[in-house]
């Protein structure tokens, strides 16, 4: 079964610093897709970036990097230059596609304050 | 373009009455799957839906249906609400050939039973 670890409840980083989000995986398929997604207080989940299991590269995307360890199942977001607005949830997920059917599960978040 | 677009944000409900909640997809994307999410269970699938067929369902009594019609729209019924359904119910839209970014989300609908 595929499973997700998000083993920080809650984090905070001091503003301008970087700071990094955990995030552990779980799945026995070849081919799945990684991604991180912030949640602000209004609700909406925001895409932040996606790594894909075949790509060599990790993931940037703007002061977002994603720290992709394929062995260990690892895929930790880096986020640089801490802003306040950086201030939410911030959710690990995995999508599993198949040609029957396409699932992403999340894992149980992070809060992470931004302390000015 | 206009993304996903959930209606309606809030919603008070009785217990025992049955409400639909609405998902309008990215314009051509034919994959809309629903999500709940509770401070309990975090973030945990529903169903998902592709070309107005359910493909996928996750771990929920049967009061929780859905259909899509053949516009790609969504929508979720929960029938017989207990006070356990208070929750945001998130909706995502993704087009069928992409695996990675394409999954987009709505604002959530946000349902409070009483």
């Known amino acids: 079964a595929q499973k997700i670890t998000q083993t920080q409840p809650g984090m905070f980083v001091q503003e301008k610093e970087a700071v990094t989000l955990d995030c552990t995986y779980d799945?026995?398929?070849?081919?799945?897709?990684l991604f991180w997604y912030k949640q602000p207080s209004s609700g909406e989940m925001i895409f932040l970036i996606y790594q894909g299991s075949y790509d060599e590269q990790n993931a940037t995307e703007g002061r977002y990097s994603l720290n992709f360890q394929k062995a260990r199942k690892s895929a930790n977001l880096v986020i640089s230059a801490s802003q306040l607005g950086d201030s939410a949830m911030y959710f690990c997920a995995m999508r599993e596609k198949t040609t029957s059917y396409d699932k992403v599960i999340f894992g149980p978040g992070t809060s992470l304050s931004v302390i000015p | 373009k206009a993304g996903v677009t959930q209606t309606p944000r809030y919603l008070i409900k009785t217990r025992g009455q049955q409400v639909t909640l609405s998902c309008s997809p990215i314009?051509?994307?034919?994959?809309v799957s629903w999500y709940q999410q509770t401070p309990g269970q975090g973030l945990q699938f529903l169903f998902e839906y592709f070309s107005e067929t359910q493909r996928n369902k996750g771990n929920f009594p049967g009061r929780f249906s859905g259909r899509q019609f053949s516009n790609s729209r969504s929508e979720m019924n929960v029938s017989t609400l207990e006070l356990g359904d208070s929750a945001l119910y998130l909706c995502?839209?993704?087009?069928?050939?992409?695996?990675?970014?394409?999954?987009?989300f709505g604002s959530g609908t946000r349902l409070t039973v009483v």
């Open positions: 314009s051509g994307h034919r994959s």
């Open positions: 995502a839209s993704s087009l069928e050939r992409s695996q990675g970014w394409g999954y987009t």
């Open positions: 799945t026995s398929d070849q081919s799945y897709g």
